[in-house]
Nanobody, 126 residues
Framework: QVQLVESGGGLVQTGGSLRLSCAAS????????MGWFRQAPGKEREFVAH????????YYADSVKGRFTISRDNAKNTVFLQMNSLKPEDTAVYYC???????????????????WGQGTQVTVSS
């Protein structure tokens, strides 16, 4: 069982930066791949970024590639999402998610992630 708690959201101007954190409970954090997803009002939840359990593999949605960086600190049971050059279209509730045995073909889909946080609001003003 894994419990996830996100933090770090807020209001920022276009071009600004935010760093989201997701703290996980449990003693086997490094056995879970982690993902960040987001959901804007009236839209479906969409994939943002994925990181493997060791942190050695990362993958990004095209819309955030080059602007966002996912990382993890397994000693602190925490995953991060550094968001730079933010745009109004990045406005959404951001969720972190954890899952085991997620294949490359599955990592952009929400279903394979068995554990989710409550979400944190990110608002980018124009």
């Amino acid at each position: 069982q894994v419990q996830l708690v996100e933090s770090g959201g807020g209001l920022v101007q276009t071009g600004g930066s935010l760093r989201l954190s997701c703290a996980a409970s449990g003693r086997t954090f490094n056995s879970y791949a982690m993902g960040w997803f987001r959901q804007a009002p009236g839209k479906e939840r969409e994939f943002v970024a994925h990181i493997s359990g060791s942190g050695g593999f990362t993958y990004y949605a095209d819309s955030v590639k080059g602007r966002f960086t996912i990382s993890r600190d397994n000693a602190k049971n925490t995953v991060f999402l550094q968001m730079n050059s933010l745009k109004p279209e990045d406005t959404a509730v951001y969720y972190c998610a954890a899952g085991r045995s997620i294949t490359i073909g599955e990592m952009t889909r929400s279903g394979p992630y068995g554990y989710w946080g409550q979400g944190t609001q990110v608002t980018v003003s124009s």
